[in-house]
């Protein structure tokens, strides 16, 4: 597997939903109402009917949430 991270030459991975959503641990649902909210990242319109989000705005994303006391 390439490690996209280490080399800046790689393209940065855009992902489907499904991928976003085993990253997250959040369902659909959940994805769509944070969408609307403003409170998640807004994908990239590919085409009329395919979205996609940047891998690296969903690990900021994460990284960004506060830490449970």
């Known amino acids: ?4 991270h280490a080399n800046d ?3 940065e991975r855009l ?3 499904k991928e976003v959503r085993a ?10 109402r944070r969408l609307a ?4 990242p807004k994908p ?3 085409s ?3 979205v996609r989000w940047r891998e690296t705005e969903i690990i ?3 990284k960004g949430l506060p830490v449970a006391a």
């Open 1 to 4: 597997m390439i490690d996209t």
């Open 44 to 46: 990239r319109v590919l």
């Open 48 to 50: 009329d009917a395919c």
């Open 23 to 32: 990253i997250t641990s959040l369902g659909t649902s959940t994805i769509y």
């Open 60 to 62: 900021a994303w994460i």
């Open 9 to 11: 030459n790689y393209p």
């Open 37 to 40: 909210a403003g409170t998640f």
């Open 15 to 17: 992902l489907k939903l």
